[in-house]
C-alpha cells in the first residue's frame, strides 16, 4: 500500500484549515496545519516535508508570498505550492508565480476542486 499524501495547510483563518483539513482528510491525505508564515516556515525547518503546500496570501507575521519564497529558498524547492485566497487579481497571481507558486484557488472553494486540485499537482 502507498504512503499517504501529506499537506501542509497555512492560514492564518481557524474555519478554513478546519475546512481544509476535513476536506483533505475525507480525501485520504494527511494534513499538518499553521497557522501563518512563519509557523509554516517553522513546520518545514522542524523537518515537515509535505507533498503539496497550501497557502493563503494575507496573513500576519508572514503573508503567503513572503512564505513561499523563503519555502522555496529553504526547505520547498520543488514541492507544489498552491495558494488558496479570496484575491483575484492578476497582478498578485504573476507576483505568487514568481515567488514559485505552482497553482491559484480563489476562496470560497468547492471541496471537490480543492481535491482535485491536490492530486493535479501531487500524482
Do not use: C
Not at 507533498?51 to 507575521?61: A, G, H, K, L
Request: charged fraction near 25%; proline fraction near 6%; aromatic fraction near 4%.
Amino acid at each position: 500500500m502507498s504512503r499517504k499524501k501529506t499537506i501542509l495547510a497555512v492560514d492564518d483563518s481557524l474555519t478554513i484549515r478546519e475546512l481544509i483539513n476535513f476536506v483533505l482528510t475525507n480525501a485520504g491525505f494527511t494534513v499538518e496545519l499553521a497557522e501563518d508564515g512563519l509557523d509554516g516556515l517553522g513546520r518545514l525547518e522542524k523537518g515537515a516535508q509535505p507533498d503539496v503546500i497550501i497557502t493563503d496570501v494575507n496573513m500576519p507575521r508572514l503573508d503567503g508570498l513572503g512564505f513561499i519564497e523563503k519555502a522555496r529558498e529553504t526547505y520547498a524547492r520543488s514541492t507544489p505550492i498552491l495558494v488558496l485566497t479570496t484575491e483575484s487579481e492578476p497582478a498578485l497571481k504573476a507576483r505568487a508565480r514568481a515567488a514559485g507558486a505552482t497553482g491559484w484557488i480563489v476562496k470560497p472553494f468547492n471541496p471537490t476542486q480543492l481535491v482535485e486540485a491536490v492530486h493535479r499537482v501531487a500524482p
